[in-house]
């Protein structure tokens, strides 16, 4: 089973700070890498994705950065905000309809 | 109302019990699909159907089985259930790349 793992598990900061989850994966057929948003009691939700013909995706206060070479893409939150807090997941497939592989998540804090 | 529907929300059987988890979705989606959540697993996937007639086995499938009675039901059944597969469910629906999830059932196997 081709695997994508995600680090770190857990991760607190302060608000404004800039949480970085950080994934890497084996499979170089993939070509579609969304991250998934979970608020507790809730399913996830798309938050962001990026395909690996470019190296960087922003959304609001929401960054991807993907390194292709090093089969390597990470999530950086700009001005984190207490709401932010959620578990993020990331994710990876083949192409964008097929089956997505899943990081195992990041719970994220932010204090206020 | 929900885009994913899922059905019970929360449920606590005993082992050995036989245990249906269902899901409706009303965005017309073909595919579907069934995950297990752990903490520090992630999400790891059951089953998957791709239309009516396609049934696909994921990463977890043992102890496991689907139904796929119609575009917008899909519904997951432990034919006799044991604690380690206490765990959050979710199912989703899926369009050109977007996965769209249910709020999960939570299973609880005493």
């Known amino acids: 089973q081709q695997q994508v793992k995600q680090s770190p598990q857990s991760l607190i900061v302060q608000k404004g700070g800039i949480p970085i989850i950080n994934c890497a994966y084996e499979n170089t057929a993939f070509d579609y890498f969304p991250w998934y948003q979970q608020f507790p009691g809730k399913g996830p939700a798309l938050l962001i994705a990026?395909?690996?013909?470019?190296s960087e995706k922003k959304e609001g206060r929401f960054t991807i950065s993907f390194n292709k070479s090093a089969k390597q893409f990470s999530l950086h939150i700009m001005d984190s905000q207490p709401g932010d807090s959620a578990t993020y997941f990331c994710?990876?497939?083949?192409?964008?309809?097929?089956?997505?592989?899943f990081g195992e998540g990041t719970q994220l804090t932010v204090n206020p | 109302d929900a885009d994913v529907t899922q059905t019970p929300r929360n449920r606590i059987t005993k082992t050995g019990k036989r245990i249906m988890l269902e899901c409706s979705q009303t965005k017309g989606h073909d595919r579907m699909y069934w995950y297990r959540q752990d903490p520090g697993l992630g999400l790891r996937l059951i089953y998957y159907?791709?239309?009516?007639?396609?049934?696909n086995k994921g990463e977890i499938s043992d102890g496991y089985s689907v139904s796929r009675q119609a575009q917008a039901k899909f519904s997951l059944s432990l034919e006799s259930a044991i604690p380690n597969q206490t765990a959050l469910y979710f199912c989703?629906?899926?369009?050109?790349?977007?996965?769209?999830f249910g709020e999960g059932s939570r299973l609880t196997v005493l």
């Open positions: 990026i395909r690996p013909d470019v």
């Open positions: 994710a990876a497939s083949i192409t964008s309809g097929s089956r997505l592989t």
């Open positions: 159907s791709f239309d009516v007639k396609d049934i």
């Open positions: 989703a629906s899926q369009n050109t790349g977007e996965l769209f």
